[in-house]
């Protein structure tokens, strides 16, 4: 399989300070890579939720005023509360509905079906019930999380500097 191509030209310095556009672009590089539309439901749901994971944490840190470069992005502990806020700071209102980010993110004590208490379900305890939840419920949670993912446009635009560039 050959390597994908990564481009830093994008790569943002100085007030910001650090790597949430590669980040960005690195989640939508992947998708690419790997296809994602062409993929079963139940496959397609475990990289869109790894995508909004890495989406949702430069949302956060960025909301947060952190860097995001290094151990501070890795180590950093968010809940799906501090995205809906994050996308609210970020302005993703218009692409993205609350509703959207917790049926992505809540845990399995708010709902059973979410894509993150699916994901966990799968990692931690593989076996087909799980992977048919991902298949039963993958349609309705990978359309959410296609919508949580069109926050890009506004997380750009905060990148470049242009906030009021993110009004949606």
Known sequence: MPKAKIDYSNERQG???GTYR?????????LDAINVGKLPPEV??????????????????????????GTVF???KWHCSDVIRAAKHIRCGALVSDDD?????????????SANAI?????????????????????????AMQRFLECRTPII???DGRP???KV
């Open 15 to 17: 007030a910001l300070g």
């Open 22 to 30: 590669r980040r960005l672009d690195d989640a939508f590089r992947a």
């Open 164 to 166: 009021e560039a993110a």
């Open 74 to 76: 890795s180590n950093m």
């Open 101 to 113: 980010i917790k049926n992505i993110f809540a845990g399995e004590r708010v709902t059973l079906f």
């Open 119 to 143: 994901r966990n379900r799968l990692v931690h305890d593989f076996g087909p019930t799980h992977v048919i939840e991902a298949r039963t419920h993958g349609p309705r949670l990978i359309k």
């Open 157 to 159: 635009s905060i990148l």
């Open 44 to 69: 397609a749901f475990v990289f869109y939720f790894l995508a909004c994971v890495k989406i949702a944490k430069v949302m956060v840190g960025i909301s947060r005023g952190r860097p995001g470069r």
